[in-house]
């Protein structure tokens, strides 16, 4: 594993930066990465910009953001670095185009559609693909190929920022915050912590939706969450709750089996459990929401977007079950590449959403984040978590047992009663908080793993209390 020691030191760089002399040459960098007009895109007045910054010396690494001022007013806002999860999802295809950014693609994947309820509309978005392999980052001599640990990522995170502000000085002193989703439960609060130590930013807080904060606590709780909404059945479920701990590994994997030939001298039970549970869910349910449909197959998909442009759908369309289709075709098109200052290296590979090369540590992905999450806490840091409702891979139960976990730890408690929040005059989930109210958990009501595409205005108004540092509005 790599060491958890990072050399902090301000670059003389950046103390260049601060003499007027070199302002130009790196607003002239930046220039070189404004992004003009992305094709069939709906008319905008903010700027974009996006292109690779290389990590080291040898210029190996090279990492690929994108990043969208805020709608107004962008030199007064904070800024918000958003990660995606996996390990080895895109921020790009995931956060930037199908959640939280300012656009959505058209449902033929051949154009885009403003997103009303953007997180631009109160910030600044830079969205970071990482590691090397994750979409369209990639590593020129590959070390030891795409291998990856939690202290890596987050090093190599820390030092894309650092270049990153340089190459956009004028934010740096706007507040800074860290959020993403899902394997962002590990990446935001290392690479918080890296940023805490070493004192170069301006961290103002880090929010985390869906987080994997435990592997063993997480995964169990998916089939308590599963067995709830009468997806597993009652035997299957007292088997896998009898047979299996997760805290060993993936479920299913030889970790369980190994866990059961010490335990019970038998290599069946958890294994066979978990089989039934893939039965009874059967290849049709949406395990990130479990009350939303699949995406069609293609020839139903084609014709649902013909009714669509003859009218026949009503005014308010209903969430897009197809988006990830429809980015990753929108995002494979050359002149889309093109303008984006992407694959300008003509990756071997096509753009997916979800890298297929990047081989991430196993014993990683099983930490528990807790105890790092209560150092960041104690160094007055705001840390809020929220879960969308609906979603049964990092479900709620899971999460909120944990908060509680964490509020124990810091022996904080609740500063108010558990109570809802409103968003436009519904309620928009349930909330608490803790202690001085740094410490804050909320769940979004009819959300799914992906908070801000399943219910993007409420998620909006999570996301601005968080920034604004305000409590979440109770009943209007």
């Known amino acids: 594993m790599a060491s958890h020691r990072l050399s902090c030191f301000l670059s003389p760089f950046i103390v260049l930066v601060l003499s007027q002399s070199f302002l130009p040459f790196l607003f002239g960098a930046s220039l070189e990465h404004l992004v003009s007009d992305l094709p069939n895109q709906p008319s905008v007045e903010f700027k974009q910009y996006s292109g690779y910054i290389t990590l080291d010396e040898t210029k190996s690494t090279n990492f690929f953001y994108y990043f969208v001022e805020a709608e107004a007013n962008a030199s007064s806002l904070p800024i918000t670095l958003w990660l995606n999860g996996g390990p080895g999802c895109s921020s790009v295809g995931g956060g930037a185009f ?15 559609r403003r997103n009303p309820f953007s997180w631009n509309k109160v910030a600044n978005l830079l969205f970071l693909e990482s590691p090397a392999g994750v979409g369209w980052s990639y ?30 000085p004028e934010y740096t002193s706007h507040p800074l915050f860290l959020t993403g989703e899902s394997y962002a439960g590990h990446y935001i609060p290392q690479l918080a912590w890296l940023m805490v130590v070493c004192k170069e930013f301006n961290l103002h807080g880090i929010l985390i939706g869906n987080p994997l904060l435990n592997y063993g606590i997480d995964t169990s709780a998916t089939y308590s969450f599963l067995w709830s909404h009468g997806v597993i059945s009652d035997e299957t479920f007292h088997g896998v709750s009898r047979w299996c701990d997760f805290r060993y590994g993936y479920m299913g994997g030889e970790a369980a089996v190994e866990y059961e030939e010490r335990r019970e001298g038998k290599k069946e039970g958890c294994i066979s459990f978990l089989a039934s549970a893939r039965n009874e869910m059967g290849s049709d349910i949406n395990i990130y929401d479990v009350t939303a449909d699949v995406c069609p197959p293609p020839i139903l998909h084609q014709a649902i977007i013909l009714h669509k442009q003859m009218g026949v759908a009503g005014e308010k369309e209903a969430r897009d079950v197809c988006i990830d289709h429809e980015i990753t075709r929108y995002l494979n098109k050359p002149d889309v590449q093109k303008a984006l200052h992407a694959n300008l290296t003509s990756l071997p590979y096509p753009w997916e959403a979800c890298s297929r090369i990047v081989n ?9 984040m807790i105890p790092l999450l209560a150092r960041l ?3 007055g840091l705001p840390v809020w978590i929220f879960s969308g409702d609906q ?41 608490e908080a803790y202690g001085n109210e740094s410490l ?21 108004v999570l996301f601005s209390s968080f920034i604004d540092g305000k409590l979440l509005p109770s009943r209007p």
């Open 377 to 379: 806490a104690k160094n």
């Open 440 to 460: 804050v958990y909320a769940t979004v009501r009819g959300a799914s793993h992906m908070v801000p595409y399943a219910q993007p205005e409420r998620a909006l």
């Open 139 to 168: 590593c020129d001599k590959k070390r030891d190929g795409y291998n990856y640990d939690d202290w890596q990522v987050a090093k190599e995170n820390l030092a894309f920022l650092r270049k990153w502000f340089q190459l956009f």
């Open 360 to 368: 991430y540590n196993a014993t990683d992905q099983l930490a528990d």
């Open 98 to 112: 199908s959640e939280l950014g300012p656009f959505y693609p058209k449902p033929n994947g051949q154009g885009l």
């Open 391 to 431: 979603d049964s891979v990092v479900p709620l139960t899971g999460t909120r047992t944990q908060i509680a976990k964490l509020a124990q730890r810091l022996k904080l408690k609740p500063k108010g009663p558990y109570q809802p929040w409103y968003a436009h005059g519904q309620v928009g989930g349930w909330w």
